[in-house]
T-cell receptor
């Protein structure tokens, strides 16, 4: 099993629908992150959580919300999806004891039509 | 304001030759730098890192050089192989307790057989 698992892998949804992307990890890391990747824009941070009771906005949090249900689970919600939220979404985990590197999931390709 | 810049969106290199991928940063608080590699349909994976106390770190065919005065780092791949064809992201952080990685836009490397 992958260290960081994202579900679903692909999703097409309609404008205005609520959608949740899920992330679970077996690394035992306290820190979890949600990024989106757009062509020509790289990886941009949406939200991050340093432990179960900690939630922080990243650089592009508008239109998104998150929930940290447990150390191992961090979900991203789009309350009312819009077409410019079409992107590749990545969940990542990290631990301060591991040289600050991140472990990424395989991504969720979301298309909003 | 982009704090980590990868100004070239793509690079094409002949197999066996050297690939040089460049990255510039503007935040003088950054003191840890990483390179990630990403294949299509996969999440980014950690490649190599360097701390600001060093100016070079080598791992097999991959070497990262850091020029702190110029706020510039580069990744050298020698010799380049077709399997190195991927998107490469430069990332940087400070080493504080609340540090997070800031990513560049990425560069697509194509190694021609």
């Amino acid at each position: 099993d992958a260290d960081v698992t994202q579900t679903p892998r692909n999703r097409i949804t309609k404008t205005g629908k609520r959608i949740m992307l899920e992330c679970s990890q077996t690394k035992g890391h306290d820190r979890m992150y949600w990024y989106r990747q757009d062509p020509g824009l790289g990886l941009r941070l949406i939200y991050y959580s340093f432990d179960v009771k900690d939630i922080n906005k990243g650089e592009i949090s508008d239109g998104y919300s998150v929930s940290r249900q447990a150390q191992a689970k961090f979900s991203l919600s789009l309350e009312s999806a819009i077409p410019n939220q079409t992107a590749l979404y990545f969940c990542a985990t990290s631990d301060l004891t591991e040289d600050y590197g991140y472990t990424f999931g395989s991504g969720t390709r979301l298309t909003v039509v | 304001d982009q704090q980590v810049k990868q100004n070239s969106p793509s690079l094409s290199v002949q197999e066996g030759r050297i690939s040089i991928l460049n990255c510039d940063y503007t935040n003088s608080m950054f003191d840890y730098f990483l390179w990630y590699k990403k294949y299509p349909a996969e999440g980014p994976t950690f490649l190599i890192s360097i701390s600001s106390i060093k100016d070079k770190n080598e791992d097999g065919r991959f070497t990262v050089f850091l020029n702190k005065s110029a706020k510039h780092l580069s990744l050298h791949i020698v010799p380049s192989q077709p399997g190195d064809s991927a998107v490469y992201f430069c990332a940087a952080s400070d080493t504080g307790a609340n540090s997070k990685l800031t990513f560049g836009k990425g560069i697509t490397l194509s190694v021609r057989p």
